[in-house]
């Protein structure tokens, strides 16, 4: 949940946060824009999602989006 996520960062529990654009009917955007609001966490927010971020939602990032990755899916994974 947010509210733990939210929790682990306070906490400096984790030094990397990759951060999911939609989390179900929570809003990944909204915590990687709140915690990038602090200049101590640039750099250590990745926004990762299935769709491009759209224009919009680039421009909430003020100083500029963090890192984007974007999710693959394979209908078939080859064997190893």
Not at 7 to 29: R, Y
Request: glycine share 8%; net charge negative; hydrophobic share 50%.
């Amino acid at each position: 949940s947010l509210a733990e996520a939210r929790d682990a960062w306070a906490n400096g529990q984790f030094d990397l946060a990759l951060v999911d654009l939609t989390l179900g009917a929570e809003s990944g955007l909204d915590l990687a824009v709140e915690w990038l609001a602090d200049d101590q966490a640039r750099g250590r927010v990745v926004l990762l999602s299935g769709r491009e971020p759209t224009a919009r939602e680039l421009a909430r990032f003020p100083d500029g989006a963090p890192p984007f990755l974007l999710k693959a899916y394979y209908s078939r994974v080859p064997a190893l």
